[in-house]
């Protein structure tokens, strides 16, 4: 019932603007028939939305869409995302939940198995894990997913690619300022500046966010800044510079068991309310790029450094870190001609200084200190691809990539036995890719792989709670094929994206949780990952965009034996999304809906989360323009259905699975642009 109501609440917001105009016959004459020749930066490689052989989605954010939506998770910015699975924990603590085609599931804090990237630098680490502190999603303005296992490219971690940028469109100087207020004593406020100084291009920001939270133990604040600078020298060669940081405090709800979560979602778990846990943890990094041009070839290298500190008291302990870690990469493309290619080559190093304590009922460190070791990963990969344009529709891609890691342990608590140790993993990475270019459309088959070890913190945490590392828990290792087509049909004004995939995924990294919230790490053998992504997105007039996704999956663990036949879990099998985008006298709206059914929280598929339908109004003015100064105000209505559901789930949580996410809520700003 709630899906027919969703559907009719779409076709009466949409009805009176979509009859009231008339396409232009003529439009489609003018209109370029293939994909946007637009580098994905995700790959590496010379790779166009256009020509690349693997599944891709490129999103470039409208200038109303940055304005008009709330901006306050990664959620806003890509559920309209075939293939991606974000949960939205509406809290501080733990961050999103992503996952591609099945990789990142298991994630419940911080993001596993997906390789991000910000404004050109990795946010994840040489382990594999990767923390979206600094990302504002009120500044991002591109993204690009790659949802194809992705190795090749990036090495350890890339079951996908995600890359999001800040970058606006046009180096026009600019300077925006934002305040919104909302449900749940939420408050946002934003600024965003542009312009020269010297030979350099500068764009910066600052940002602050603060909650008092939908649950109870939920409150917390945020504060972030980003500065990003670029310089040509000649017509060839240019260097980027980016800084940004974040700093946090926040208390942590948790999970609820189902019978709490139906009694009364805003409670938080008793045992983290009683140890008061929460997390405040600050972030860091600095980056530079450096690019020439040589023609046909660019070379291209970039040094970058991370710091973040940590201090998480929890019911099981108090946890502390102090992390630093860095790197660089180079690569050498060609980009022209009929034989294409490039090779690159990647080192890194992390080091992570972790020290945990019992802890107080009150939330600070215990007197008794339960592990203390430095644990430090080192990387380095090389790798290379060619492509060849066999004719201008036909095109064949290979590529192999070498990786080798090195994880060590230092345990220093030596009062209950020496536990250093190491762990070493290596792995080899190949892709192969075609294409055939059909002018509206372009059909793609892609062999692929990816490896993905365990994080540094997932080998510490060991199920007998001793130092050093896990030294059952090995690697997981994905091999995947996938067929597909993606294209626009400018007569129909329609731009579509298909595509049908199998992975096998040996060694799958599972979590597994006790009653005081302490989780270690396993794997489940063998698993079959398969699925469909669908996108359309339909413009029946110049103002009017209906978009709709599909996502399928069928997610099977095939061992252990006890567990045969069962579904992966944390991940549903069907998800939809469904929006309606319109403009009317400078008024901007958006009105979106995403359906999900019930889903599986745990291996034995003896729990589920139930399935819902959420409802979402964005609506906001383009601009009122008074004294030179333009004045944007929006409005967004989360949730208008009140509907009590699961916003995130923590898989394998011992009985406390659900997240709840909040009721019908509210938030109502204000940009000014100068």
């Known amino acids: 019932m709630r899906y027919c109501y969703t559907a009719l609440l779409l076709l009466l917001f949409g009805a009176p603007t979509a009859y009231a105009q008339t396409p232009d016959s003529t439009a489609a004459d003018s209109v370029d028939v293939r994909l946007p020749e637009l580098t994905i930066e995700a790959a590496r490689a010379a790779e166009t939305e256009a020509s690349a052989p693997f599944a891709v989605t490129i999103r470039t954010l409208s200038p109303e869409e940055l304005a008009l939506s ?34 990142g599931y298991r994630s419940n804090f911080g993001v596993r198995g997906i390789q991000i990237l910000y404004d050109g630098l990795p946010l994840t680490l040489p382990d594999g894990q990767a923390f979206l502190d600094v990302v504002d999603p009120a500044v991002v303005r591109r993204v690009e997913l790659i949802r194809s296992p992705a190795s090749v490219f990036w090495g350890n971690g890339s079951g996908g690619v995600l890359f999001l940028s800040s970058e606006p469109a046009e180096a026009t100087p600019s300077f925006r300022a934002r305040v919104q207020g909302g449900s749940f004593g939420q408050w946002q406020g934003l600024l965003e500046g542009s312009g020269t100084s010297g030979d350099w291009r500068l764009r910066g920001y600052a940002s602050g966010n603060r909650q008092d939270g939908f649950r109870n133990h939920s409150e917390g604040y945020r504060l972030r800044a980003g500065l990003n600078a670029r310089r040509s020298f000649g017509a060839n060669t240019t260097l980027q510079l980016a800084a940004r940081g974040d700093v946090q405090d926040t208390e942590n ?100 200084d972790r020290i945990e304590y019992t802890v107080t009922e009150n939330g600070t460190p215990g007197d008794s200190t339960t592990l203390d070791q430095l644990e430090q990963i080192v990387s380095g990969s090389a790798f290379g691809y060619v492509r060849y344009n066999a004719t201008e529709q036909f095109a064949v891609t290979g590529g192999l990539r070498a990786d080798g890691l090195r994880f060590e342990a230092d345990d220093r608590l030596l009062s209950d036995g020496i536990d250093s140790g190491e762990r070493i993993f290596t792995a080899w990475s190949p892709t192969l890719g075609l294409t055939y270019d059909l002018g509206p459309a372009l059909l793609f088959a892609h062999y692929s792989t990816a490896f993905e070890t365990p994080t540094a913190s997932e080998l510490s945490n060991r199920r007998d709670k001793q130092g050093g590392f896990n030294q059952q828990i090995q690697p997981q290792r994905t091999k995947g094929i996938e067929v597909g087509t993606r294209g626009v049909l400018p007569s129909a004004n329609l731009e579509f994206d298909v595509a049908l995939y199998q992975q096998e995924i040996d060694n799958l990294i599972s979590s597994q949780r006790l009653s005081s919230g302490y989780q270690y790490y396993t794997n489940l053998g063998e698993n079959q990952h398969r699925g469909i992504e669908t996108s359309l997105t339909w413009s029946p007039a110049d103002p009017v965009e209906i978009a709709a996704r599909y996502t399928g999956t069928q997610f099977t663990i095939e061992a252990p034996s006890e567990l045969e ?55 906001g003015h383009k601009g009122i323009s008074w004294q030179g100064t333009t004045f ?43």
Do not use: C
Request: glycine share 12%.
């Open 253 to 352: 709800p948790s999970s609820l068991t189902l019978d709490q979560f139906q009694e009364n979602p805003r409670q938080a778990r008793p045992l983290f309310l009683q140890y008061n846990s929460g997390k405040t943890s600050e972030q860091g990094q600095l980056g530079a790029t450096l690019e020439h041009d040589f023609g046909e070839t660019t070379l291209s290298g970039t040094l970058h450094y991370l710091y973040r500190s940590l201090d998480n008291p929890l019911p099981f302990g108090y946890i502390t870190f102090t992390r630093n870690s860095g790197g660089g990469r180079l690569t050498l493309r060609r980009s022209e001609g009929r034989i294409e290619g490039g090779v690159g080559i990647d080192v890194g190093a992390q080091s992570d």
């Open 565 to 619: 036949g069962n579904q992966v879990p944390g991940v549903p099998t069907h998800r939809g999304y469904v929006h309606l985008q319109l403009e009317q006298n400078g008024i901007w709206g958006r009105l979106s809906t995403e359906m999900v059914p019930d889903y599986y929280v745990n291996n034995s598929n003896s729990a589920e989360a139930p399935g819902y339908t959420l409802l979402d109004l964005r609506l």
């Open 70 to 103: 709330p901006g306050r998770s990664l959620d806003d910015v890509l559920r309209p995302l075939p293939g991606v699975w974000v949960n939205n924990r509406h809290h501080f603590a733990l961050g999103e939940r992503i996952s591609v085609r099945g990789a």
């Open 632 to 674: 944007k105000p929006f409005l967004s209505v989360d949730n208008l259905l009140d509907e009590r559901y699961a916003a995130s789930v923590v898989v394998n949580g011992g009985g406390e699975f659900y997240e709840p996410g909040p009721g019908r809520s509210f938030s109502l700003g204000l940009n000014v642009a100068w």
